[in-house]
């Protein structure tokens, strides 16, 4: 594959990962902004919070969706694993720094589950773990920081065991590092003890339905 194509499947990953779902489907269906509501976050789990459960899990599904679609395409295109990484990293990187809403965007976690799966479903295995945090403490920081580290981690094992490839273990701790570094505010507000549980509000109504 020569450059040129190999540059337009990292922009592609960029521009479908920098889709803002949240807002998308906040404005669609209830004509309103999530960034201007609970945490100002527009991905699950404020979507969760502001828009209901339904539309949360639909704005998990999309974003894991756009993470895994460039990574599978750049692989059916013939591009290795380097090529596939890249495209990985530059869909988690679209969907924290957007540039359809002002370069800003999610935490990312959604977006890094979907692109890494489609590279090796193998860091699933990290998900139940997820489950288990957010059942136990409710906060679903702590429970993506683990996770993703904890994928980036095993990953890592496995190819030093000889399994897998490099390109995984780069595009695993390169989108570890995106995650974090969006969670920074969220990992100053664990160790005070300040970090919000996970808890539903009331949905928003449609803009004009007269329902407050």
């Known amino acids: ?55 949360s899990v639909a704005v998990m599904l999309l974003d894991i969706i756009k993470g895994a679609i460039p990574v599978l395409v750049t692989n059916w295109l013939g591009g290795g694993d380097w090529l596939q990484a890249l495209v990985a990293v530059a869909a988690v990187a679209g969907h924290c720094w957007s540039p359809f809403i002002g370069f800003r965007g999610g935490k990312g976690v ?23 945090i957010v059942a136990k403490w409710r906060y679903v920081s702590l429970a993506s920081i683990v996770g993703v580290v904890m994928a980036a981690i095993g990953v890592t094992v496995s190819y030093l065991l000889g399994h897998g490839s490099p390109a995984w273990v780069f595009a695993l701790w ?8 969006q969670h920074r505010a969220n990992i100053g507000r664990l160790r005070s003890g300040t970090e919000r549980r996970l808890t539903r509000h009331k949905r928003i109504a449609p803009a004009g339905s007269g329902i407050h």
């Open 110 to 132: 959604a977006t890094t589950a979907g692109a890494a799966a489609a590279l090796t479903p193998w860091v699933l295995l990290a998900f139940p773990l997820m489950v288990a």
């Open 174 to 181: 390169a989108m570890t590092a995106i995650i974090l570094i």
């Open 1 to 55: 594959m020569n450059d040129l194509a190999s540059l337009a499947l990292v922009v592609f990953g960029f521009g479908l990962g920098a889709i803002p779902w949240g807002v998308v489907l906040g404005r669609v269906f209830l004509r309103t902004d999530l960034r201007d509501h609970g945490s100002g976050n527009i991905g699950t789990t404020n979507a969760y919070r502001v828009l209901g459960w339904r539309y």
